[in-house]
């Protein structure tokens, strides 16, 4: 659930460059608790250039950001220790089992060991893999693993988690019940920042910030931005922005 009195990501001018080049120019916005954040732009828009400045996995050139109530700048040990993270790219070890993957994340998270075996046996219980939990998982259906990553990703209950396009690949029966799991853990106060190419999704968010060339196209709701775009639907509104768009790698 949203809570518009607690902010967990700021950042104010947040730049980044390499050497003339701008990949990130000057952004500024902010997040609440349990907001579902959608961040998006098409290749060489600058989303993933930002999202590692705001896991605290490269330093800003300039401006501010305070994640999770840390300075990206002195604190980012503190930072990756109360966030997620879930890439579509790499989340879980495919050659350990389901088991070992919980504690191996639950370890890294800093769990005890009876945390670890307390809420790895729930989670496997909520995913109904408890006939699965001995198997690699490089075995596993594609959804699955995706069910998996996420929940290893808010295992130890962080204040963000930050999902990389994290349904791609898989059928859209399988987004919609990933999607679900996003909203379970809204509810539960966590806040989600997630990219995506599927603008179905962009639907499912609180806000969207579409990032063009290093800048804030536009941000806002859903329905506030296809009104804004005279749209009837965030594909029309991407499309449009990305349209004006001068770069194609970032």
């Known amino acids: 659930m949203i809570n518009m009195k607690e902010l967990v990501i700021e950042t104010r001018n947040l730049s980044k460059r390499f050497g ?3 990949a990130v120019d000057n952004i500024s916005f902010e997040v609440n608790k349990g907001e579902i954040f959608g961040f998006l732009g098409a290749n060489g ?9 705001l896991c605290g996995l490269s330093i800003p050139s300039s401006g501010d950001a305070m994640i999770a109530g840390f300075d ?18 790499f989340s879980l070890y495919e050659n350990l089992t389901v ?19 307390e809420k790895g046996r729930a989670l496997i219980q909520k995913l109904g893999l408890e006939s699965e939990s001995r198997k690699l998982v490089g075995s596993l259906p594609l959804g699955w693993k ?17 999902l990389d396009e994290p349904t791609g690949g898989v059928d859209p029966l399988t987004r919609r019940q990933f999607w679900d799991l996003i909203y ?7 806040t989600i920042f997630v990219t995506t190419h599927y603008m179905d999704e962009a639907e499912y968010c609180n806000r ?10 536009a941000m806002g ?13 965030m594909d029309e509104v991407f499309y449009e922005l990305a349209r004006g768009a001068q770069r194609k790698d970032a």
């Open 20 to 22: 003339d080049f701008i």
């Open 45 to 53: 828009a600058g989303k993933t250039t930002a999202m590692r400045m």
């Open 72 to 89: 990206v700048y002195k604190e980012t040990e503190s930072i990756k220790k109360n966030i997620g993270y879930m890439s579509q790219k």
């Open 99 to 117: 088991e070992e993957n919980i504690q191996f994340f639950g370890g890294i998270y800093g769990l005890s060991n009876s945390d670890i075996k």
């Open 146 to 162: 995706q069910k998996l990553s996420f929940s290893v990703a808010v295992i130890h209950e962080p204040k963000i988690v930050f």
């Open 184 to 190: 379970e853990a809204a509810d539960r106060g966590v």
């Open 208 to 217: 969207i910030c579409i990032m063009v060339d290093g800048k804030i196209g």
């Open 221 to 233: 709701a859903p329905d506030f931005l296809k009104k804004k775009f005279r749209a009837s639907s």
